[in-house]
């Protein structure tokens, strides 16, 4: 493994044809987008039980919302930096691309990506927890009590919790792309949750070239290819050739 070789990493995207990315919450750090382990993350001093997973929904519904209405909130306020904006041009240079997110906040689509599979869901998609309908709630302000139109039972919003299955057919799509590509970028995520922290294992085996971007070490850091320490709103368009 190599540590900062920025030259080969940018010879490497220049030349592959097939490329999947993998991107975590580091790559909307530098958008204003709190990272959920970080010193200031987003499950310090609450537990992420609580705050995300179906029995925490039912004890308390409206602590969880409270907290999902606040980062609709905050998210309302932020762009995408260049970190999303390299990877949608990324997707514009490579003939085959697949950006695979953990991310539930859309940017990589505000971005301009196209081809992505929300692995966690997103946030602004809201479904009725007793006929699963399914409502589009982009940029609108949701009430403190969510209530389903049709059948007024509670909404929950369209993400994954802990301890729930991921969306099928994102997984399997995440999965296909993994096996296929040349080379396999992983950025700004911990590595740590799992099925998405597998995936660089998949690509390794299926004898890809993988590439990791975050400041810090991770347990994907020994089985990559070439590790750049840093951010990835400063080193992707770097290893895209800008400045
Ligand atoms: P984490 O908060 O676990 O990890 C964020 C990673 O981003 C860390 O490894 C940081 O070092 C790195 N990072 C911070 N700033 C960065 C920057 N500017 N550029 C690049 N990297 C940076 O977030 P995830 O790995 O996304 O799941 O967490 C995975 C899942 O755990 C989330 O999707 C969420 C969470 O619980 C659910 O809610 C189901």
Redesign the pocket.
């Known amino acids: 493994m190599r540590h900062n070789d920025l030259t080969e990493a940018r010879e490497l995207l220049a030349r592959a044809r097939s490329v999947t990315v993998l991107?975590?919450?580091?790559?909307s750090?530098?958008s204003g987008v709190p990272?959920?382990?970080?010193s200031d993350?987003?499950?310090k001093g609450s537990s992420?039980l609580e705050l995300?997973s179906p029995d925490g929904f039912a004890r308390n519904p409206h602590k969880v919302w409270e907290w999902y209405n606040l980062r609709r909130r905050t998210l309302l306020r932020v762009r995408p930096n260049p970190?999303h904006l390299a990877l949608a041009e990324l997707e514009r240079r490579v003939p085959e691309f697949g950006l695979i997110t953990?991310?539930?906040d859309r940017l990589h689509q505000a971005a301009g990506s196209k081809n992505v599979v929300e692995?966690?869901g997103n946030i602004w998609e809201v479904r009725c927890t007793a006929c699963h309908a399914v409502f589009d709630r982009t940029a609108v302000e949701l009430p403190a009590e969510p209530r389903c139109e049709s059948c007024l039972a509670w909404l929950r919003p369209g993400?994954?919790?802990?301890g729930e299955m991921l969306p099928p057919a994102a997984l399997q799509t995440a999965e296909a792309w993994t096996e296929r590509c040349e080379l396999f970028l992983l950025?700004?995520?911990?590595?740590?949750?799992w099925p998405?922290a597998g995936l660089a294992s998949i690509a390794k085996e299926s004898c890809a070239k993988v590439i990791e971007?975050?400041?810090?070490e991770?347990p994907a850091t020994e089985l990559a290819d070439i590790s750049l320490r840093?951010?990835?709103?400063e080193?992707l368009p770097r290893i895209l050739g800008h400045a």
Do not use: D
């Open positions: 991107t975590g919450a580091g790559v750090a530098e990272t959920f382990r970080g993350g987003l499950w992420a995300a970190g953990q991310n539930v692995l966690h993400v994954v919790w802990f950025i700004g995520t911990s590595a740590i949750v998405a971007i975050n400041p810090e991770t840093g951010k990835s709103g080193l």
